[in-house]
C-alpha cells in the first residue's frame, strides 16, 4: 500500500510541477481575452452602426449609435437606482467599449480591470443578483489582473520595460 501512495504522491507532484510551468503572461492574456469578450459583446447589443466579432467575421465599422433598445433595457430591465436610464445606457456602452479594448492590448489593464469589477458589481448587486456565479468568475479573472497585473504580453510591461531600461 504504500508503494502505491508514493507512486501516487510522485506523480501528483510532477503533474503539479508540470502545471506550476505554464506562464502568467499566458494566463494572464487568456483571463484579459475572455473577459474583455464578455463585456465587449454586452457593449455591443447596446450600440447600431458599429460591429465587429472577428469569430464571426462581422465589420461594420460605421459610426455608432445608441442602440434603441439600451435605454429601454436600463429603464424596464436594469433599473438603476443611481442614474437615470439615459446616462447609465450611454455610459455603460463607452464603458463596454473602451475598457475591454484597454484591457485586451494591455494599456492601464490594472485601472480597466477596476472599472470592469466596478460594473460588475453593480450588476451583481442592482441588475441580476441571482448571477453570482458567472459574477464571481468575472471578479476572480479582474482580480487577479488588478493584483498581478497584465502580464508579459501587454502594452503596460512594455512601457515599464522602457522606463526601467538605463539611458545612454
Not at 104 to 111: N, T
Not at 134 to 145: D, N, Q, R, S
Request: aromatic fraction near 12%.
Amino acid at each position: 500500500m504504500s508503494v502505491a501512495r508514493a507512486g501516487l504522491t510522485g506523480l501528483i507532484r510532477r503533474v503539479t510541477d508540470l502545471m506550476e510551468l505554464i506562464p502568467y503572461w499566458v494566463v494572464a492574456f487568456l483571463g484579459r481575452f475572455s473577459i474583455a469578450a464578455v463585456f465587449w459583446k454586452s457593449g455591443q447589443t447596446k450600440v447600431e452602426g458599429f460591429a465587429i466579432d472577428i469569430f464571426s467575421g462581422t465589420f461594420n465599422l460605421g459610426i455608432p449609435r445608441l442602440s434603441d433598445t439600451a435605454v429601454f433595457l436600463f429603464k424596464e430591465e436594469y433599473k438603476l437606482p443611481l442614474l437615470p436610464p439615459e446616462v447609465a445606457a450611454p455610459l455603460a456602452a463607452l464603458a463596454e467599449h473602451v475598457l475591454p479594448v484597454l484591457l485586451l492590448v494591455g494599456l492601464a489593464s490594472r485601472f480597466s480591470a477596476l472599472g470592469l469589477l466596478i460594473m460588475t458589481a453593480v450588476i451583481q448587486i442592482f441588475v441580476y443578483p441571482s448571477a453570482y456565479p458567472t459574477h464571481g468568475t468575472w471578479a476572480a479573472i479582474l482580480l487577479m489582473i488588478m493584483v498581478y497585473g497584465p502580464g508579459k504580453l501587454s502594452v503596460d510591461q512594455f512601457l515599464a520595460s522602457k522606463e526601467k531600461a538605463p539611458k545612454t
